[in-house]
Antibody, heavy 119, light 112 residues
């Protein structure tokens, strides 16, 4: 069965960096675009970034553009997001999600990993 | 940017029927598909409806989705409400002009 397992969350000070990982199993990893989506405490779902199946195209929400970088290693079936210059408003549970058709049509989600940005 | 607007909350009694609306800005509903996700506190989102009106695997037929192009809106209808349906529901689509995934603000469903 399809599984997405995130890791790498934790506490970081403002201005510092964190890298999240999402390990996939149960499907042909290289055939699917993948996303990061987050939910801040008490807030709604917010899309963060998208990376195409071959890694050639990446798109970002304005709130993270220039600070976050999405990447993937198809040989390791792993999706990453490098988060730099973290801000308190980046505090959220971060989910990775598989894209059914390349247009943000999510069909599977990970369980999420919590990132807290605080001094 | 393209935006999706949902009511903040809806409520209905067990056994009843509720419809959650999702209105697109700039007349763009239908340009790409609309999805609906269920989100319970402490749990990951799950897909309820994809491609406007297709139920995700394992979702009961009490859940249905539709698009009304005349009103530029999508709807999620849940019939035969159960207390287990209590959750936040989010509509979602894609802004092709900006290559941007868009979520509605979410609707809290209370079944009481």
């Amino acid at each position: 069965q399809v599984q997405l397992v995130e890791s790498g969350g934790g506490v970081a000070q403002p201005g510092r960096s964190l890298r999240l990982s999402c390990v996939a199993s149960g499907f042909t990893f290289r055939s699917y675009g993948l996303h990061w989506v987050r939910q801040a405490p008490g807030k709604g779902l917010e899309w963060v970034a998208l990376l195409s199946s071959d890694g050639s195209e990446e798109f970002y929400a304005d709130s993270v553009k220039g600070r976050f970088t999405i990447s993937r290693d198809n040989s390791k079936k792993t999706l990453y997001v490098q988060m730099n210059s973290l801000r308190p408003e980046d505090t959220a549970v971060y989910y990775c999600a598989r894209d059914r058709d390349g247009y943000g049509n999510f069909d599977y989600w990970g369980q999420g990993t919590l990132v807290t940005v605080s001094s | 940017n393209f935006m999706l607007t949902q009511p903040h909350s809806v409520s209905e009694s067990p056994g009843g029927t509720v419809t959650i609306s999702c209105t697109g800005s700039s007349g763009r509903i239908g340009a790409t598909s609309v999805q609906w996700y269920q989100k319970r506190p402490g749990s990951a989102p799950t897909t309820v409806i994809h491609d406007d009106d297709q139920r995700a695997s394992g979702v009961p037929d009490r859940f249905s989705g539709s698009i009304d192009y005349s009103s530029n809106s999508a709807s999620l209808t849940i019939s035969g409400l159960k207390t287990e349906d209590e959750a936040d529901y989010y509509c979602q689509s894609y802004d092709t002009y900006n290559s941007y995934v868009v979520f509605g603000g979410g609707t809290k469903l209370t079944v009481l």
